[in-house]
């Protein structure tokens, strides 16, 4: 079974553009979650997408927004991106199915770059 | 101050030795907890779940939860080089809108040297 993919795996963009970034999850798998990993905060929380909508939403500004499609596959974007956007944006997929099935899998991350 | 502590190291060990890695939390809604490697310029792998206090053991690797003391932990047996790597603690409350949010520790880098 293939993992979960993210496109693309390296972006550089300049303050003030936005951006769009792609995750499609396990087959079968019905939640995508989004984090942000930068050395100085670490792995954070950016929102979880289920059945096409937002599950659960972590505290970044409204710039960082996503959706999920039919098909399970996810976007997130970031508009008028900043320096302090640099990040490795990793996406994760889970079966959301019953209790105890909230293993989540993680994509090879985005890594984006604002100069 | 963070939900979830983890000490950052780095730790240096020889292959062969024990590894004992550890994380502290303070939010008691946290019920599942879960340990990920990640390796350089890779995402994290899971590499053990729990829900429940206790032992689980997987090859080399036993995950340990206390949620009385609120410490979780991560021993690897017979280190190898490989093994080489930074391990992230995460944590998930139940139930409710919890379901797909992962609180991070910050991540201790592993070193097993030859």
């Known amino acids: 079974k293939a993992g979960v993919t993210q496109t693309p795996r390296y972006l550089i963009k300049t303050r003030g553009q936005q951006v769009t970034l792609s995750c499609s999850p396990i087959s079968g798998h019905r939640s995508v979650s989004w984090y942000q990993q930068t050395p100085g905060q670490g792995l954070q929380f950016l929102f979880e997408?289920?059945?096409?909508?937002?599950?659960n939403k972590g505290n970044f500004p409204g710039r960082f927004s996503g959706r999920q499609f039919s098909n399970s596959r996810s976007e997130m974007n970031v508009s008028t991106l900043e320096l302090g956007d640099s990040a490795l944006y990793l996406c994760?997929?889970?079966?959301?199915?019953?209790?105890?099935?909230?293993?989540?899998?993680f994509g090879p991350g985005t890594r984006l770059t604002v100069t | 101050q963070k939900e979830v502590e983890q000490d950052p190291g780095p730790l240096s060990v020889p292959e062969g030795a024990i590894v004992s890695l550890n994380c502290t939390y303070s939010?008691?809604?946290?019920?599942?907890f879960m340990w990920y490697r990640q390796y350089s310029r890779k995402g994290p792998e899971l590499l053990m779940y729990t829900y429940s206090s206790g032992n689980k053991e997987d090859g080399r690797f036993t995950a340990q939860v206390d949620k009385s003391s609120k410490y979780i932990s991560l021993f690897i047996r017979d280190s190898q080089p490989s093994d080489s790597a930074t391990y992230l603690c995460?944590?998930?409350?139940?139930?409710?809108?919890?379901?797909?949010?992962?609180?991070f520790g910050q991540g201790t880098i592993l070193t097993v040297h030859p």
């Open positions: 939010n008691s809604a946290f019920q599942y």
């Open positions: 995460a944590m998930r409350k139940a139930g409710g809108t919890s379901y797909g949010k992962l609180t």
């Open positions: 997408y289920f059945s096409e909508t937002q599950r």
């Open positions: 994760a997929s889970s079966p959301s199915v019953g209790t105890a099935n909230y293993e989540q899998y």
